[in-house]
């Protein structure tokens, strides 16, 4: 995760060759926006007693949109393409270590997406539904990523995220 401390999902992006393991490109520290309806969510779990949802999954996209805070389960494919050309049938749990200091991450196990086509990459998202394209549940977090990054079935492409709270 990146030194800087920031409320909110923070992301860290690696695309790592197959053959040998070498880390091909790695972005660190990127934003994410939390949309509305994540904390909305989120403050109806922790503040008004509602469920809190059992997983978070990590999914990918495609596409020219920029996160404005809008953004929903229900709307994400309208603004986004879901890349789904990676091995793994769903979208990818959010293993997440101990909080400490008011944060955690999922340093200890990556979400690790084994690609097996070729798909332009400009971001993530974590959702509370596992099946790709989904358009249910809750959306927690979209982040694009500084640059689209080509990817194809010669890669993986691993994500660090993790959440931290900041007392102002």
Same mark, same amino acid.
């Given at each position: 995760?990146?030194?800087?401390?920031?409320?909110?999902?923070?992301?860290?992006?690696?695309?790592?060759?197959? #053959?040998?393991?070498?880390?091909?490109?790695?972005?660190? +520290?990127?934003?994410?926006?939390?949309?509305?309806?994540?904390?909305?969510?989120?403050?109806?779990?922790?503040?008004?007693?509602?469920? #809190?949802?059992?997983?978070?999954?990590?999914?990918?996209? @495609?596409?020219?949109?920029?996160?404005?805070?809008?953004?929903?389960?229900?709307?994400?494919a309208?603004?986004?393409?879901?890349?789904?050309?990676?091995?793994?049938?769903?979208?990818?749990?959010?293993?997440? +270590?101990?909080?400490?200091?008011?944060?955690?991450?999922?340093?200890?196990?990556?979400?690790?997406?084994?690609?097996?086509?070729?798909?332009?990459?400009?971001? #993530?998202?974590?959702?509370?539904?596992?099946?790709?394209?989904?358009? @249910?549940?809750?959306?927690?977090?979209?982040?694009?990523? #500084?640059?689209?990054?080509?990817?194809?079935?010669?890669?993986?492409?691993?994500?660090?995220?993790?959440f931290?709270?900041v007392?102002?």
């Open positions: 995760m990146s030194s800087t401390i920031r409320p909110g999902f923070i992301y860290d992006l690696a695309i790592r060759s197959k #053959a040998d393991g070498r880390i091909l490109h790695i972005e660190r +520290g990127t934003p994410n926006r939390v949309p509305v309806e994540g904390l909305n969510d989120m403050a109806n779990c922790y503040l008004k007693g509602s469920a #809190a949802p059992a997983a978070f999954y990590i999914g990918l996209w @495609t596409g020219s949109h920029i996160p404005n805070g809008d953004e929903t389960a229900a709307n994400l309208s603004m986004v393409s879901e890349a789904t050309a990676y091995l793994q049938t769903g979208r990818l749990p959010l293993v997440l +270590g101990t909080v400490a200091n008011g944060a955690v991450s999922n340093a200890a196990s990556l979400a690790r997406f084994d690609m097996q086509g070729t798909a332009t990459i400009n971001g #993530a998202f974590l959702s509370t539904v596992q099946a790709k394209g989904a358009d @249910t549940g809750k959306l927690a977090s979209v982040v694009r990523f #500084a640059n689209p990054r080509t990817v194809d079935d010669t890669v993986y492409l691993e994500i660090l995220t993790g931290q709270f007392s102002l």
